[in-house]
């Protein structure tokens, strides 16, 4: 892989309405639906562990309400998502799922746990140590659900777009050396606006490799599955 190499990137654009139906159909919300089929596209690439389940890892807003201005208001969780599991059908289980890993998070479970090495192990050392967590954790999808935007979002330019879609672009993650040594990276975001709601899928798994129209052809499939009929960007 030289520096010549762009990661494969789709954008799936499905109209919101019908994006909500399938989640609701299935006793799920669009965020349950997003994680879903995060999974499923993971599954897709080959990103599991060996008894098949997937890790979805989730940014979540930490706000306390509108008043809480904070720049970095951010925390994660992240979900294992088992084989026995058919979201395609029901969304209840991983609905169940999801709130209890976000309450367990919110309960410092997690958190407090690391809190405490960073006071006792020197910071050198815990450096080491997350890089160790981020190579080990390389099968891991990153799923962002941003939701609804403001309208005024659709008019950035003077006109009006007919959908929007955004993302961050990690080089730190996504570089050619920095995908050969990590194993590939998987991140879906996920954005409502102007009536659509646009899936941004940026995925490459070196031992599984996909261009950008074997990316698609695998998405579509893992959407039809929920009944929904993308159009691509």
């Known amino acids: ?22 989640a609701a159909d299935r006793g799920g919300t669009s ?11 993971a599954v897709a690439l080959g990103r599991t562990t060996q008894s098949g389940m997937t890790r979805i890892n989730m940014p979540v807003s930490d706000r ?3 008043g809480d201005a904070r720049a970095n208001a951010v925390r994660g969780v992240s979900v294992n998502v088992s084989p026995e599991l058919d979201p395609a059908t029901d969304l ?21 746990r690391f809190v ?17 967590i981020r190579v080990s954790d390389y099968l891991s999808t990153i799923c962002s659900v941003v939701g609804k935007t403001h309208p005024a979002i659709m008019r950035i330019d003077g006109g009006t777009a007919a959908f929007m879609s955004g993302s961050l672009i990690n080089r730190a993650v996504e570089a050619p050396a920095a995908l050969s040594r990590n194993g590939g990276c998987l991140a879906m975001i996920l954005t409502e606006s102007g009536g659509t709601t646009a899936l941004r899928v940026t995925a490459f798994h070196p031992p599984n490799p996909k261009t950008r129209a074997e990316l698609i052809d695998m998405i579509e499939s893992v959407l039809a599955r929920y009944g929904l009929m ?3 960007w």
């Open 116 to 132: 405490a090495m960073h006071r006792i192990i020197p910071r050198r050392r815990l450096r080491r140590i997350g890089a160790n």
């Open 92 to 112: 209840q289980p991983l609905r169940a799922q999801l709130k209890q890993v976000l309450q367990q998070d919110v309960d410092g479970s997690t958190n407090d």
């Open 64 to 66: 306390a309400g509108r």
């Open 1 to 22: 892989m030289d520096d010549t190499f762009e990661i494969p990137r789709v954008i799936a654009v499905i109209p919101a309405a019908e994006w909500h139906a399938a």
């Open 31 to 41: 965020t349950v639906l997003a994680v879903a089929v995060a999974s499923d596209i």
């Open 230 to 232: 993308p159009i691509f």
